[in-house]
């Protein structure tokens, strides 16, 4: 499966980006959907992650609130909308695709992983 990440940009404080996840898998509903980000400097950090139909989301505490994701299977993409951006979530944003039905917010247990997003936050 090949992931790719887009939607990053320059933002101020307190706008908002929309990040798009195109995977080339014939059927993305096999996959259990991720974003990560890592700031610099820093470890590869967990955001949220979505079921295979899309059912359940789970999110880290810090962005619980301010992001959203979602998946089109038909469109073979993941979305993470981001609102109420603050400095601190400057980063390069990863889309990750996982081979089960179960969540998980470890990066080992993903298997799949797209080039990232850089996304920067201006205060």
Known sequence: VQLQASGGGLVQAGGSLRLSCAASARTLSHYFMGWFRQAPGKEREFIAAISNAGVNT??????????????????????????????????????????????????????????????????
């Open 58 to 123: 789970y999110y880290t505490d810090f962005v619980e609130g301010r992001f959203a994701i979602s998946r089109d299977n038909a469109k073979n993409t993941v979305y993470l909308q981001m609102n109420s951006l603050k400095p601190d979530d400057t980063a390069v944003y990863y889309c990750a695709a996982r081979i089960s039905l179960r969540y998980s917010n470890n990066d080992e247990d993903y298997d799949y992983w797209g080039r990232g997003t850089l996304v920067t936050v201006s205060s």
